[in-house]
């Protein structure tokens, strides 16, 4: 027990950027475009927020990490615009243009690094650069939930928390969530109520980038002290099975988000727990996949998904 | 005034938009466009042209048909799926438990030369195929979609494929990161002395795939109901095909072409079993090659050899201190210029309507 509470920090650290970046991918899916390129913003706003922090904080910037984390928020959405450029303008086939920038991030983050750095990764800040570990004074005093939820967490788990208030608020409570929502179910039922489906579109896909950068961001600077090419190591996958086991609601992602990143903490202290000894180090790293697709083959009948998500937007079909 | 434009003509203008992007990239990052032009040209011919004393090195030559032999097949694989209807995504799984699968038949059973590489590849094959068999069955008979499962089993692939080489092979004492080497009956030979490079006769089996994919494709009743599936599948249905088979049988086959890639890379190659860190990208690569190639056996072969050149190029990019990577930049723009061809179609036609208007306007 006490071994969990112990464990519980660091499962909420790793589980912060999946529950953000998840979060990115419901805006996306809900307004009826897949975005598989969640490992591509992560990548890129990881990047840039580790980049930006070396230089700024060489300087002597001062708050560098918030500037390096709103800096990624933006070169996410910024790639991610290609991404809804060529699937809402252009007519793509969602997945290949999703894997074109997957593809394209892998490549230019470390071309970059290359050039600027020379070398296949970031320099490495200070750790005293990045974001510190908070307690919050009396709520760390209740026995048990305060060491588990209110001491030595990174302000950024507290960030996720609130991000996933906010989208439950704006895509379920607000005449705003609703239209975007019904552009992921029917689209052209919606563009004959007046809805402007490219718009709504575009704020989904931009939303979607601008959190995984920022999930990108949250995963290099607390996890690591640089960006390399195995950074993001395919969580924005695992940000997708999150989104898929969260079934596409916000409360879902939290809790899957925490699940998955409880997972992958029991993987790092298997060798401290007697039961989880004799597991192989790699059943914690494939768990999230496999219970994906057990989630899937459980749901298939029910239809749980945004339905046109993915379809490429024909206004004259019916 | 919507004429139709051909796959070759979107192709190319995917590939002459890509290489502009990446020319424009590494100059504005400062570095010489030219070198990278020598680069491929080294790649392409075995000629220097940075140093034109120097003697022809068919080294560069064989490598850069030796980078072409595994996304060739994984291009195959992408493709044979893509002409159901299906989007293989999950060929970096196939690649990998197709690698293992190999792997194991080398470094467990003990036979004569021919026969052990013909039994490790087979099995690499059927490793893949049930890999491709997963998502197949799953959309088949679950309608689930196929991309979901592929990506997540190319993780599940990952892990799974070192845990089997961790506890089952006899791991390297002195690197810890790999097995011990495969016995030479076990590796694929390689084709000529003459140079250092590893091509190898694995090229074998990449041309019997391609000559398979066609006869399938375009020759039998089989192929043809695979394809009427992907065109339509609920006429492909109404007219007494067999959808629902037709779609785990093509991912099945889809994933036998990736673990033969996987098994052709790692015994003609690294001639050890391997414990990945990473992804090959050689499941990806395979997504560039089947589109640019238009999912056809010949378009499928040239593309392979296209970015092979690009990859086996970026390798000798970094001699000109330009970074590799921007061979996987060139890569990702002409995806993506495929992805978007309904914008380039529209392009096409806006540029005939402006040449007729030059003509003298004579609209038909």
């Known amino acids: ?318 | 005034m919507n004429k139709k434009h051909s796959a070759l003509k979107i192709s190319l203008i995917a590939v002459v938009f890509g290489l502009l992007l990446g020319f424009l990239v590494v100059l504005i990052t400062g570095r010489s466009p030219m070198d990278m032009l020598y680069a491929f040209i080294r790649s392409l011919t075995g000629y220097n042209l940075a140093k034109p004393d120097k003697p022809i090195n068919l080294m560069y030559v064989f490598n850069w048909l030796l980078e072409a032999m595994p996304i060739i097949l994984t291009g195959l694989s992408v493709g044979f799926a893509y002409r159901t209807g299906l989007f293989n995504i999950g060929g970096e799984g196939q690649f990998m438990v197709g690698s293992t699968a190999a792997s194991f038949v080398a470094l467990t059973i003990n036979m004569p030369l021919v026969p052990h590489i013909i039994l490790c590849l087979v099995v690499g094959m059927l490793a893949g195929a049930l890999w491709g068999f997963i998502p197949g069955f799953l959309k088949a008979y679950h309608n689930i979609n196929e991309v979901v499962v592929c990506i997540m089993l190319n993780y599940i692939g990952l892990f799974f494929s070192n845990y089997l080489v961790r506890t089952f092979l006899e791991i390297d004492p002195n690197t810890n990161a790999r097995t011990v080497a495969f016995p030479i009956t076990a590796v694929l030979p390689k084709v000529t002395d003459m140079t250092a490079s590893q091509f190898n006769y694995g090229f074998v089996l990449v041309v019997l795939c391609l000559v398979m994919y066609w006869f399938i494709l375009e020759k039998t009743t089989f192929g043809y109901s695979l394809r009427a599936t992907g065109f339509n599948s609920e006429a492909a249905r109404f007219a007494g095909m067999k959808v629902k088979r037709n779609t785990v049988y093509s991912m099945m086959i889809a994933g036998a072409l990736s673990g033969a890639a996987g098994a052709i890379v790692v015994l003609g190659v690294f001639k050890y079993g391997r414990i990945f860190t990473l992804f090959d990208n050689y499941g990806f690569d395979g997504i560039s090659v089947a589109l640019v190639g238009a999912a056809n056996a010949v378009g499928i072969a040239l593309s392979g050899l296209l970015f092979a050149l690009l990859k086996s190029g970026g390798n000798n990019l970094q001699l000109f201190n330009i970074p590799k990577e921007i061979s996987q930049l060139i890569q990702a723009a002409i995806i993506f210029f495929v992805a978007i061809q309904y914008g380039v179609i529209l392009m096409l036609n806006k540029f005939d309507g402006f040449k007729l208007k030059l003509k003298g306007g004579k609209k038909a």
């Open chain 1, 1 to 318: 027990m006490k071994l969990i509470i112990e464990m519980f920090p660091i499962a909420l650290m790793l589980s912060t950027p999946l529950i953000i970046a998840a979060l990115g991918g419901l805006f996306s899916e809900r307004s009826g475009i897949v975005n598989i390129a969640l490992e591509a913003c992560m990548s890129v706003g990881g990047f840039t927020a580790a980049t930006l922090l070396v230089i700024l904080s060489s300087k002597g910037v001062p708050n560098a990490v918030w500037i390096a984390s709103v800096a990624a928020i933006f070169s996410g959405a910024l790639l991610v615009s290609i991404h809804a450029f060529a699937s809402i303008h252009m007519k793509a086939d969602q997945t290949i243009s999703g894997t074109a920038l997957n593809v394209f991030a892998g490549g230019l983050t470390i071309y970059l690094s290359e050039i600027i750095f020379n070398a296949k990764s970031t320099e490495a800040y200070s750790t005293g650069a990045t974001f510190s570990k908070m307690s919050i004074p009396i709520l760390k005093e209740i026995p048990v939930i305060g060491k588990m939820f209110f001491e030595g967490i990174y302000p950024t788990t507290y960030i996720a928390f609130i991000l996933v208030l906010v989208s439950w608020f704006i895509l379920f409570k607000t005449p705003f969530g609703l239209r975007l929502r019904s552009c992921g179910e029917f689209p052209q039922a919606s563009a004959s109520m007046g809805i402007n489906v490219v718009k709504m579109r575009w704020i989904g896909v931009l939303a979607s980038g601008a959190f995984a950068g920022f999930a990108g961001a949250v995963l290099v600077l607390t996890t690591s002290t640089f960006y390399f090419a195995g950074s993001i190591h395919g969580l924005g996958f695992v940000a997708i099975a999150t989104l898929i086991f969260g079934k596409w609601n916000p409360w879902g992602v939290l809790f899957a988000g925490i699940f998955f990143g409880f997972a992958q903490t029991l993987g790092l202290y298997s060798s401290a727990i007697p039961y989880l000894q004799k597991l192989p180090n790699e059943f914690f790293s494939l768990f999230p996949y496999v219970i994906t697709i057990i989630v899937l083959v459980l749901f298939a009948s029910k239809s749980v998904g945004p339905k046109a998500s993915g379809e490429i937007y024909d206004s004259s079909k019916r």
